[in-house]
């Protein structure tokens, strides 16, 4: 029996804007994030969600609450749906990072990788927990339709690893901005990605606003 699954990266923030490594650091909802939250809401409101699941985390609560409240169903949080966990930077600028460990922010940017920050999770890690929690997650909802709120790192790790593409290829498809919708299908203990990091419909709305 098939599965429906959404998987959606939480709304921008303080921190976002910032440009923070927030990982379970937690910080506000911007005004844009706001606006963001209405958009998911509106272009998910016709699907039937039978269970909603976030990560303990605040910002990924708030982006899913409309929906949770619309399906008239309770937030399940699950600490194993946090963000990667970024050691002793966790909540620091890229800024200030950057003046102590420079080759950080220049390994990500030439892997797409985070390492070398002293008492960090790894990126394997971080799959690891989100593919355990994730498939925990359907395997007792077999049949029903999931949403689950998460995280940039924390996603795409858990995408790729059900596709085994490492991190360097394809940094752009598989990127997850605020409120990317990521809808798969899981059957016979196997995941079909239907959506992958979708933000089309926020630049249709946008398109639908131009044209009036």
């Not at 990317?180 to 630049?203: M, P, R, S």
Request: charged residues 30%; hydrophobic residues 35%.
């Amino acid at each position: 029996m098939k599965s429906r699954l959404f998987i959606v990266r939480h709304t921008e923030t303080v921190g976002n804007i910032e440009k923070r490594l927030t990982g379970r650091q937690d910080y506000e909802v911007t005004q844009n994030g706001s606006l963001l939250i209405n958009k998911l809401t509106e272009e998910l409101k016709n699907i039937k969600f039978d269970k909603i699941y976030s990560s303990t985390s605040k910002r990924a609560i708030k982006t899913v609450e409309p929906l949770a409240i619309l399906n008239k169903v309770n937030i399940e949080e699950k600490e194993d749906l946090c963000e990667m966990y970024f050691g002793i930077y966790d909540g620091w600028k890229w800024e200030d990072v950057n003046k102590i460990q420079p080759e950080i922010k220049q390994n990500q940017n030439r892997i797409n990788e985070i390492y070398g920050i002293p008492k960090q999770e790894t990126m394997q890690q971080v799959a690891e927990r989100m593919y355990n929690c994730i498939t925990e997650i359907v395997l007792n909802n077999i049949g029903k339709t999931i949403l689950i709120s998460s995280h940039g790192v924390a996603i795409e790790a858990f995408i790729r690893k059900i596709v085994n593409r490492p991190f360097r290829e394809d940094r752009e498809k598989f990127c997850q901005y605020n409120v990317a919708i990521n809808e798969l299908v899981f059957e016979d203990n196997n995941y079909q990605i239907i959506q992958l990091a979708n933000i089309e419909y926020l630049k249709k709305e946008l398109e639908d606003q131009l044209c009036l």
